[in-house]
């Protein structure tokens, strides 16, 4: 079953509920005391830049992706969701239109102020950390190693949450464990690396590798552990289609590394503003995204 057309949108305007905040891709709002709105648009980021240009249907694919994961990893984990139908806490035809196949009601959680990263290859920030010191985020590893290899076993490498505009920074795991005492440390070391290795063998099997992702937890009032935000999406996770990874290059992908590739080849200082993208871009960028939800899934888009 095909997911609906969505409208473009590149910044939601819901009126009828206080905005909490804007992300790089979601906008937030409070639906009173302990639940959100999370509103997923159709922006883009890259280096940490919201680029002017939207991405049609990015915002359904990755609440599509996001929503078949969370059911899927609901046995691992409790998760953010609450059934309710964004529908029914917004005011009028035009807000349901905002929110229609591209939002959802959360229950209200306090983050824990990391990401989770799990890594099954050597890639990206890993692979520069790997060829200087020999190791990711203190984690020692084999030598001689090459850029997207698989390691011999997947492993937890978080990061501080970043505020908008910065860059999320790699920190070693006696770090986090000052952040959020020793037994929760232990607790998302060990949640992340289950959930990373039951969705890598599905996803196997239906022709993605997935390299890295990453994946965020919060806690409710009594301290018990949920899964929140977004849940190996191509925007954060690294998805590889299996036929066409290959030792020593940094494979195609499905996620917006494409456009990465893209604006490596301007003159462009990576500061806000960022540029805008040929309709080409567009394009096969939006078909990349529309590619991993109906590989993972089965869903094709509308």
Same mark, same amino acid.
């Given at each position: 079953m095909p997911i609906a057309v969505t409208p473009l949108l590149f910044e939601s305007t819901i009126k009828s509920l206080p905005l909490l905040g804007r992300g790089k891709v979601r906008d937030i709002y409070a639906v009173g005391e302990d639940k959100l709105l999370i509103v997923t648009t159709d922006r883009l980021s890259a280096f940490d830049v919201i680029l002017p240009d939207p991405i049609?249907?990015?915002? @359904?694919?990755?609440?599509? =992706?996001?929503?078949?994961?969370?059911?899927?990893?609901?046995?691992?984990?409790?998760?953010?969701?609450?059934g309710i139908d964004p529908e029914t806490v917004v005011a009028d035809a035009a807000e349901k239109?905002?929110?229609?196949?591209?939002?959802?009601? =959360?229950?209200?959680?306090?983050?824990?102020?990391?990401?989770?990263?799990?890594?099954g290859y050597l890639i990206g920030s890993g692979w520069k950390d790997?060829?200087?010191?020999?190791? =990711?985020?203190g984690i020692a590893l084999p030598p001689g190693l090459q850029q997207a290899q698989q390691l011999p076993e997947p492993i937890f490498t978080p990061a501080t949450k970043a505020e908008?505009? !910065?860059? !999320?920074?790699?920190?070693?795991?006696?770090?986090?464990?000052?952040?959020?005492?020793?037994?929760?440390?232990?607790?998302?070391? !060990?949640t992340t690396l289950?959930?990373?290795?039951?969705?890598? /063998?599905? /996803?196997?099997?239906?022709?993605?590798?997935?390299?890295d992702t990453k994946f965020e937890f919060g806690q409710d009032e009594a301290g018990r552990l949920y899964l929140i935000d977004e849940v190996l999406?191509? !925007? @954060? @996770?690294?998805?590889?289609? /299996?036929?066409?990874?290959?030792?020593?290059? %940094?494979?195609? %992908?499905f996620d917006k590394q494409f456009v990465r590739d893209y604006l490596e080849t301007l003159d462009w200082n990576k500061q806000t503003p960022g540029p805008r993208l040929p309709a080409e871009i567009i394009a096969k960028t939006a078909a990349n995204y529309h590619e991993a939800l109906t590989r993972l899934t089965g869903i094709q888009a509308g």
């Open positions: 049609p249907g990015k915002g @359904s694919v990755l609440t599509a =992706v996001a929503g078949f994961w969370f059911g899927k990893l609901a046995h691992v984990i409790p998760n953010q969701l609450t239109d905002q929110v229609r196949g591209r939002a959802l009601v =959360v229950k209200r959680l306090k983050p824990l102020p990391i990401e989770a990263v799990a890594r790997y060829q200087a010191t020999g190791a =990711v985020c908008m505009g !910065d860059h !999320d920074e790699n920190i070693d795991y006696a770090t986090v464990e000052k952040l959020i005492g020793a037994e929760l440390a232990k607790t998302v070391k !060990d289950r959930l990373y290795r039951e969705a890598a /063998a599905f /996803a196997r099997v239906r022709g993605i590798i997935i390299a999406t191509p !925007d @954060s @996770s690294r998805f590889w289609p /299996a036929d066409r990874y290959k030792l020593g290059i %940094s494979p195609p %992908s």
